[in-house]
């Protein structure tokens, strides 16, 4: 079995640090399995879905070496989720809902105060063909649920292991809106099955759904895939990082701060397993050590002073050839394979050189607050050639 896998982001914000772990955690099990490595564009948000934002992404995995084998959009597959979603209706697992947001609303509420939990209880299928028609007759239009057996749900997850749920503790998901529009739900299980998807890795705030997914794999007659539930990555704080507050955008480490994609490459790779954190010589380390039982299930901290120091230690092993282009490129193009050698441990960021340029090249301009104190210890400089004394004698006699 050749290992199939898919980054599928929403472009409904930019590519930042937590997106980025998903994907690379993605790309490893590709790489190192010899795997198909598909890069998916959820977009059925037509709402919130930028065109920018998908230029960002794409932007951000390339930078980052992250290539895709192969690639789809959700939005060019209308007509294939319509053939699916009418087998699911064909077999009575989607029914229509005319129930109004107030009334569901009212409905949680209820169950709530009796200290249920607010699952739907299923009204929509003793209406009658009359009922239905009255409702549209209003100007109601449905939304339709998937129905889910009340049955064990049960699978091996490659991170969390044994994971289990049962249909009759579960809301029958909506899964297409009162405007006819397929939900995130439905689209990504058919897009997993046509494209033969083996092995889904995802956070762990989708375990919930993965159980609704697991029996729409089966409705639909394929086998569900593998899955692996990877934990959210937090701040320093323990705070989710959040794609729409802008959180470490992959787009400003690299253009506004100058981190290098092997830096990120080595914290995300490593945060939340057990390997220790370390600058990585290639992305094939990453290839090589990459295991999911490695993983912990903790909340892994992303800290940017930790990027920053794996990036020092990126660009102190670096060697002048790969480096020449990019200097040129920061107008450092008179900078030589010496003078790099020379100051390369003293860097944090590439742009850094800039200032030991200036302080090597530039002109000087001394700073004297003392004038006569500075003439005095000019006058009582040792005459050459000094030697490691020379200092001591000079201070002596001052």
């Known amino acids: 079995m050749t290992v199939a896998v898919r980054f599928a982001p929403s472009p409904t914000g ?41 230029d960002d992404i794409m ?12 690639f789809a959009r959700q939005r060019d597959r209308s007509e294939d989720y319509d053939r699916a979603i009418q087998k699911l209706k064909d077999n009575g697992r989607l029914y229509p809902c005319y129930e109004t947001e107030d009334e569901l609303g009212l409905k949680r ?51 969390r292991g044994h994971v289990e749920f049962h249909g009759k503790d579960m809301t029958d998901p909506v899964l297409i809106r009162e405007d006819g529009r397929p ?25 919930s759904n993965t159980a609704s997914h697991v029996q729409m794999f089966e409705a639909l007659g394929a086998t569900p895939p593998q899955f692996a539930h990877v934990t959210l990555l937090g701040d320093m704080e323990g705070k989710k990082l959040s794609k729409r507050k802008g959180s470490f955008s992959v787009s400003s480490l690299r253009d ?11 914290l995300m790779s490593r945060i939340g ?31 940017e002073e930790e990027l920053y120091r794996l990036n020092a230690k990126i660009l102190h092993k670096m060697e002048f050839a790969q480096v020449k282009d990019r200097l040129a490129a920061l107008g450092m193009g008179d900078v030589d394979e010496a003078f790099w050698l020379a100051v390369r441990p003293n860097l944090e960021l590439l742009a850094d050189i800039k200032d030991w340029w200036q302080v090597a090249k530039g002109p000087v301009t001394p700073v004297i607050e003392d004038a006569e104190f500075a003439k005095i210890a000019a006058d009582l400089l040792p005459e050459g050639p000094w030697d490691n004394k020379t200092w001591e004698q000079w201070v002596g006699a001052i």
């Open 183 to 207: 939900l995130y739900h439905i689209c990504s299980v058919i897009d997993d099955i046509d494209f033969g998807i083996t092995h889904i890795v995802r956070g762990e705030d989708h375990v």
């Open 256 to 266: 506004e701060v100058g981190i290098e994609p092997l830096a990120l490459i080595s």
């Open 273 to 303: 397993t057990s390997d220790p954190i370390e600058p990585l010589s290639s992305t094939q380390d990453a290839i090589d050590s990459f295991d999911f039982a490695k993983f912990s299930r903790n909340l892994p901290k992303f800290d």
């Open 59 to 70: 932007a951000g995995l390339k930078w980052l070496g992250l290539t895709w084998d192969s």
């Open 109 to 159: 509420k209820a169950l709530l105060s009796q200290g249920k939990p607010p699952i739907y209880d299923r009204a929509a299928l003793d209406l009658t063909d009359a009922q239905k028609k009255q409702f549209e007759a209003e100007g109601r239009r449905p939304h339709w649920r998937f129905k889910l057996e009340h049955k064990p749900i049960i699978w091996q997850d490659l991170v």
């Open 14 to 54: 930019t590519l930042h640090v937590g997106s980025v772990r998903t994907a690379l955690i993605v790309w490893l099990c590709a790489r190192k399995n010899k795997g198909n490595f598909m890069l998916r564009i959820d977009d059925t948000d037509l709402v919130r879905s930028k065109e920018e934002n998908v």
